[in-house]
Nanobody, 121 residues
């Protein structure tokens, strides 16, 4: 059994910062890409940022220069540092990871439960 657990969401004023964390646990053999997605009310889930096991990153245009994704391969964690937050960043943020679990033949995507980020004055 593999689990992704997120933490770090909350309420912040415009211009503020938050840091989200995601930890993989359970029968994890190897992790490929890890990423963060978000879904605002009435909108589709969208990619925010992704990082490969080698550290290559990619960001949505809307967050470039404000958000930074990082990971610790040894700890099986990924983080999203969010600065200069705007009201339009308000959404539920989900951690995603492409994982090979122990004993499995295939990689598959896993999702966290989501954490609410609200940017409001």
């Amino acid at each position: 059994q593999v689990q992704l657990v997120e933490s770090g969401g909350g309420l912040v004023q415009p211009g503020g910062s938050l840091r989200l964390s995601c930890a993989a646990s359970g029968s994890v053999s190897s992790i490929n890409a890890m990423g963060w997605y978000r879904q605002a009310p009435g909108k589709q889930r969208e990619l925010v940022a992704v990082i490969t096991s080698g550290g290559t990153t990619n960001y949505a245009d809307s967050v470039k220069g404000r958000f930074t994704i990082s990971r610790d391969n040894a700890k099986k964690t990924a983080s999203l540092q969010m600065n200069s937050l705007k009201p339009e960043d308000t959404a539920v943020y989900y951690c995603n990871a492409n994982i090979l679990s122990r004993g499995a033949q295939w990689w598959r995507d896993y999702w966290g439960q989501g954490t609410q980020v609200t940017v409001s004055s």
